[in-house]
């Protein structure tokens, strides 16, 4: 494989990881891979969750070493103990979650741990703003370095955290897992030109991400794993993303496009009407929401971050009840007190983060599945532990989700697996209306097209859905219908051939223009 | 190439890590074993009768409030307040018997019967958990903050009660209908202390709540992680007043049966026991991160701590040097914890990577 590519090119080739190897305590995460970093260009890397993008990513970032195997930086063999090692050899590291202090201001988060003194005791504050000044300026990003970090948006963060990086004079590698995770369709171009930038100064970048689009439009060289081994590279130029897909999993395996029901003609289970909801400084967060769901259909709802689409589902799902407007279930009004009221009402829902609010981590798999059940599980306030145990059995086999025994801690699952498990956890309300807000957010491919699978099962057993995602393939792929929302405006609604890419990333830029 | 090291070595390296961790698990037990193997030989009173006896009935004081500190913990909380309550409940309980409930209005003095005056004392611990609870819940102070205060206000209404005075004798008169209050503390049922049962029971109650209830899960659930707990439909204000009013009932049975023992009702009763139900909680296994503990946990580390304070009684252990072996024995037992917690959490990991 490697001779394939341009014998020329390895002359460029800025770091090398020779025949890695890294056994953890009874698993191999990497098998003989050896990774190739270009200078000035982008290396994406990309695999299934487990395939052994984080380790590989870890050693070269100093944080785990190898069990076999060599790194070359420059062709000089070197050795990395420690990320401060990696970060003298000019290796820099962005993590997918960005660590910072949201009550300092830019300038102190970036000199954190490397301040300017002043007779070697006082922090030299003016040469630090200045220097931030200067670097972010070069960025084309003149933020006011005085503004604390915890007010920027995640976009703005994650410049920041960039410009630290190149506080460092020497900064030859960057890493990136998962930068554009949290980050909206402006912010990704933002960022595209910043990596851009860094590529012209001679910086390397390596790129990792579930975005294979993306990938496709920043990367200059691609990298697969599987199974912790290299299975194919190449330039990103001759290939394309269905190579991409079939070498990540093995064999050609596309996105099942789901058959979609353009024309139900069912009763309206959920019926918003003029839903508004009111920030602090009185600014609408949403206004004058009105939409309908019929039985069995599934509503995509598309939008940037922060246009108002989770909180519609937390003031559905009664997770914030100061909205005004009216709320009609299966005809009849409905007075929201709180989320248990709602989920005896027939509602469920999976929330954006996983980790934050949807698994509760000390209990094992199988109270995660029961915790919302319990009640109904019970006599007398008693729990019968039959029954809860047969329902539980019954939503890992119909969800099929992967695991040894159903005792063992939950995270002992794989990501997509302990979506699965919330997702279970809902159904075992037995929901009229399953809320799913960015349901196959850092999943892996595999279980993306599991979920897809279990939403239409459900909506075909008339449950109705509706699904918040920041992935155009997503909405388009799942919807009966989309709805956009733009700046807390429903800007558009499309039904069957009306929904496309243009025309939903248009509505989504929409209630932008014209604000109050 | 090899794909797996070596599958027989890699079996034994299980078994040995699953050894460690099964004496790890019962490292309570082990170490109780220990404890008693220990003092049995430098104190020669230590294993007779009456010591044992004496043992386990500070032990149900210490256990008792160990178990409600223990669903507090679980739920993320503390309740500092514990102690106080006991100093509070043995008051009411004292006066109600000594002086009676004086209603100046009418002019006279009433006496309860005794069930009535446990019945009452043990639903005024039960108030004072709630407004802890209510505070905590309706007005988001901190729970340190919160029964901090509780602290220092149940413990000013027990100087109060009798202006820092000794109810000194709680026999009660057998023409007020008052007598047998002794009882609950120096009773026995079937030979064993009636304070032992009172302990038995709760403990046993707790436990069966705490595994078998859909209230004991919301428990776990809210401590493990809130906002999931109240997506999931918990309403965790609602779990949070009861482990509070718990905790409360737990601290007015101690009150009621320190009194009792002493057949007296003092003010400052109880007095840092809140520390001591903590110690028991934690040994036992409690988390102070929440979501994380079982009432055998408890019960154990009350038997230890108990062990160690007699026990060191008896061998002549200077009281100064008690202290600082009781400090060492908490934090040695928290930093053994945390071990097997990132034992277990690495075992998850290799599972999740297999």
């Known amino acids: 494989m490697e001779e394939n590519l341009n014998i020329k090119e390895s002359n460029n080739v800025c770091l090398l990881a020779k025949n890695i190897v890294k056994i953890f305590p009874g698993t191999k995460a990497l098998d003989n891979v050896t990774f190739k970093v270009y200078k000035g260009k982008v290396n994406a890397l990309i695999g299934e969750n487990g395939a052994g993008k984080s380790t590989l990513m870890k050693i070269l970032a100093g944080i785990e070493r190898p069990t076999e195997g060599k790194l070359f930086l420059d062709n000089k063999e070197i050795e990395l103990r420690s990320p401060i090692d990696a970060e003298k050899n000019g290796i820099g590291m962005i993590h997918q979650e960005i660590n910072f202090f949201p009550d300092l201001t830019i300038e102190q988060n970036m000199f954190m741990g490397v301040e300017e003194k002043k007779n070697s005791i006082l922090v030299n504050r003016k040469t630090q703003k200045e220097k931030c000044n200067k670097i972010l300026a070069e960025l084309g990003h003149p933020?006011?370095?005085?503004?604390?970090?915890?007010?920027?948006?995640?976009?703005?963060?994650?410049?920041?955290?960039?410009?630290?990086?190149?506080?460092?004079?020497?900064?030859?590698?960057?890493?990136?897992?998962?930068?554009?995770?949290?980050?909206?369709?402006?912010?990704?171009?933002?960022?595209?030109?910043?990596?851009?930038?860094?590529?012209?100064?001679?910086?390397?970048?390596?790129?990792?991400?579930?975005?294979?689009?993306?990938?496709?439009?920043?990367?200059?060289?691609?990298?697969v794993l599987r199974d912790g081994e290299k299975v194919a590279e190449d330039l990103t130029k001759n290939v394309n993303i269905s190579w991409i897909i079939s070498n990540m999993v093995g064999s050609e395996k596309q996105y099942k496009k789901r058959e979609k029901n353009f024309d139900i003609k069912t009763e309206n289970i959920l019926e918003v009407e003029n839903l508004s909801l009111k920030k602090n400084n009185n600014n609408f967060v949403l206004k004058d929401i009105s939409l309908k769901l019929k039985r069995g259909e599934i509503l995509g709802i598309y939008g940037l971050l922060g246009s108002g689409r989770t909180e519609l589902l937390e003031c559905i799902m009664g997770v914030n009840t100061k909205f005004t407007g009216s709320i009609k279930l299966e005809g009849k009004f409905i007075k929201i007190k709180n989320i248990a009221q709602q989920i005896k009402n027939g509602f469920a829902m999976v929330p954006e983060d996983?980790?934050?609010?949807?698994?509760?981590?000390?209990?094992?798999?199988?109270?995660?599945?029961?915790?919302?059940?319990?009640?109904?599980?019970?006599?007398?306030?008693?729990?019968?532990?039959?029954?809860?145990?047969?329902?539980?059995?019954?939503?890992?086999?119909?969800?099929?989700?992967?695991?040894?025994?159903?005792?063992?801690?939950?995270?002992?699952?794989?990501?997509?697996?302990?979506?699965?498990?919330?997702?279970?956890?809902?159904?075992?309300?037995?929901?009229?209306?399953?809320?799913?807000?960015?349901p196959t957010r850092g999943i892996d491919v595999a279980a993306k097209s599991d979920v897809y699978e279990i939403i239409d099962n459900l909506a075909k057993e008339g449950i109705s859905i509706i699904v918040v995602s920041s992935e155009l393939e997503e909405i388009l792929n799942i919807s009966d219908r989309v709805v956009v929302f733009s700046n807390g405006r429903l800007t558009g609604e499309f039904v069957g051939n009306e929904i496309t890419k243009e025309a939903l990333v248009e509505a989504s830029y929409k209630g932008l223009v014209n604000v109050n | 190439m090899e794909k797996i090291a070596n599958p027989k070595q890699k079996e034994k390296k299980k078994n040995s890590l699953s050894i460690g961790m099964l004496l790890l698990k019962v490292r309570t037990f082990v170490v109780l074993a220990i404890l008693l193997i220990v003092f049995s030989f430098i104190a020669p009173n230590f294993t007779n009768k009456e010591s044992i006896i004496l043992i386990i009935k500070h032990v149900a004081l210490y256990g008792l409030l160990g178990i409600g500190m223990t669903l507090v913990i679980i739920t993320g909380g503390i309740d500092l307040s514990v102690g106080s309550i006991v100093g509070l409940s043995a008051m009411i309980s004292g006066g109600l018997i000594y002086e009676g409930l004086a209603l100046p209005i009418f002019g006279v003095k009433i006496y309860f019967n005794v069930p009535i005056i446990i019945i009452l004392t043990l639903i005024s611990g039960v108030i004072i958990g709630l407004i802890n609870g209510i505070v905590i819940t309706k007005f988001k102070v901190t729970p340190f903050i919160t029964t901090l205060g509780?602290?220092?206000?149940?413990?000013?209404?027990?100087?109060?009660?009798?202006?820092?005075?000794?109810?000194?004798?709680?026999?009660?008169?057998?023409?007020?209908?008052?007598?047998?209050?002794?009882?609950?503390?120096?009773?026995?049922?079937?030979?064993?202390?009636?304070?032992?049962?009172?302990?038995?029971?709760?403990?046993?109650?707790?436990?069966?709540?705490?595994?078998?209830?859909?209230?004991?899960?919301?428990?776990?659930?809210?401590?493990?992680?809130?906002?999931?707990?109240?997506?999931?439909?918990?309403?965790?204000?609602?779990?949070?007043?009861?482990?509070?009013?718990?905790?409360?009932?737990?601290?007015?049975?101690?009150?009621?049966?320190?009194?009792?023992?002493?057949?007296?009702?003092?003010?400052?009763?109880?007095?840092?026991?809140?520390?001591?139900?903590?110690?028991?909680?934690?040994?036992?296994?409690?988390?102070?991160?929440?979501?994380?503990?079982?009432?055998?946990?408890?019960?154990?580390?009350?038997?230890?701590?108990?062990?160690?304070?007699?026990?060191?009684?008896?061998?002549?252990?200077?009281?100064?040097?008690?202290?600082?072996?009781?400090?060492?024995?908490?934090?040695?037992?928290?930093?053994?914890?945390?071990?097997q917690r990132n034992m277990e959490a690495k075992m998850a990991l290799e599972q999740k990577n297999a």
């Open chain 1, 143 to 223: 933020f006011d370095v005085e503004k604390k970090m915890g007010e920027l948006s995640v976009g703005q963060q994650q410049i920041v955290e960039i410009a630290r990086h190149l506080l460092q004079p020497n900064l030859k590698i960057l890493i990136m897992d998962e930068p554009t995770s949290s980050l909206t369709v402006a912010e990704v171009s933002i960022l595209f030109k910043l990596i851009n930038r860094l590529k012209e100064r001679g910086i390397s970048i390596i790129y990792i991400s579930h975005r294979l689009e993306e990938i496709m439009e920043i990367s200059d060289y691609i990298t």
């Open chain 1, 354 to 438: 996983r980790q934050k609010d949807g698994l509760i981590q000390t209990l094992n798999i199988a109270k995660n599945i029961s915790l919302s059940s319990l009640n109904r599980f019970s006599k007398f306030g008693i729990l019968r532990n039959k029954e809860e145990d047969l329902n539980i059995d019954k939503m890992i086999n119909s969800l099929r989700i992967k695991l040894a025994d159903k005792s063992l801690p939950i995270l002992s699952l794989s990501g997509g697996n302990q979506q699965k498990v919330i997702i279970g956890k809902d159904l075992l309300t037995m929901p009229k209306v399953l809320l799913l807000d960015e």
């Open chain 2, 150 to 339: 509780m602290l220092y206000i149940a413990r000013g209404l027990a100087l109060l009660r009798s202006n820092g005075a000794t109810f000194p004798d709680l026999t009660g008169k057998a023409e007020l209908g008052n007598t047998g209050f002794q009882f609950l503390g120096q009773g026995t049922i079937l030979g064993i202390p009636v304070a032992i049962w009172i302990f038995a029971i709760i403990s046993l109650i707790a436990a069966f709540l705490l595994k078998k209830t859909p209230l004991g899960w919301h428990i776990y659930a809210t401590g493990g992680n809130e906002n999931a707990a109240k997506l999931s439909g918990i309403l965790t204000d609602r779990v949070k007043l009861f482990v509070y009013a718990f905790s409360g009932l737990c601290a007015a049975f101690v009150g009621l049966i320190a009194a009792s023992q002493l057949t007296a009702a003092q003010p400052a009763t109880g007095e840092s026991w809140e520390l001591s139900a903590i110690a028991a909680s934690v040994l036992g296994g409690t988390s102070m991160m929440g979501g994380v503990g079982t009432i055998g946990g408890a019960v154990i580390g009350a038997l230890i701590i108990g062990v160690i304070n007699d026990g060191m009684v008896m061998s002549g252990v200077s009281e100064f040097w008690q202290q600082v072996i009781r400090g060492s024995v908490i934090i040695i037992a928290v930093i053994v914890d945390q071990v």
